[in-house]
């Protein structure tokens, strides 16, 4: 079964760090872009962060450019985001995604979203 599972979110203060994770099962990361959205309440969804899998490139929404760090490990087919310096403003829902060609096929695989909170 292809799983995203998430973890690694909570309640934490103003100026504070969370590292996300995702650890993938059933497929394995390598050759797949990562993407990381968040969803505040009342808000779209939106992309924030994004590495390419063909020469590890990486992008940053400017809200949180300077504070986040995307990243993965193949060896433990994991993905993270590390949350630094947090802000209320950065309190949402963080889903990551997977997504990548595997011959013809796209695949796009979603986790089921982690929780941060941030207080102020």
């Given at each position: 079964e292809v799983q995203l599972q998430a973890s690694g979110g909570g309640l934490v203060q103003a100026g504070g760090s969370l590292r996300l994770s995702c650890v993938a099962s059933g497929f394995t990361v390598d050759n797949y872009d990562i993407v990381w959205f968040r969803q505040a309440p009342g808000?779209?969804?939106?992309?924030?962060?994004c590495i390419s899998s063909s020469d590890s490139m990486t992008y940053y929404h400017d809200s949180v450019k300077g504070r986040f760090a995307i990243s993965g490990d193949n060896a433990k087919n994991t993905v993270y985001l590390q949350v630094n310096s947090l802000k209320p403003e950065d309190?949402?829902?963080?889903?990551?995604?997977?997504?990548?060609?595997q011959g013809d096929t796209l695949h796009d695989y979603w986790?089921?979203?982690t929780q941060v909170t941030v207080s102020s």
């Amino acid at each position: 079964e292809v799983q995203l599972q998430a973890s690694g979110g909570g309640l934490v203060q103003a100026g504070g760090s969370l590292r996300l994770s995702c650890v993938a099962s059933g497929f394995t990361v390598d050759n797949y872009d990562i993407v990381w959205f968040r969803q505040a309440p009342g808000k779209e969804r939106e992309g924030i962060s994004c590495i390419s899998s063909s020469d590890s490139m990486t992008y940053y929404h400017d809200s949180v450019k300077g504070r986040f760090a995307i990243s993965g490990d193949n060896a433990k087919n994991t993905v993270y985001l590390q949350v630094n310096s947090l802000k209320p403003e950065d309190t949402a829902v963080y889903y990551c995604n997977v997504r990548g060609y595997q011959g013809d096929t796209l695949h796009d695989y979603w986790g089921q979203g982690t929780q941060v909170t941030v207080s102020s």
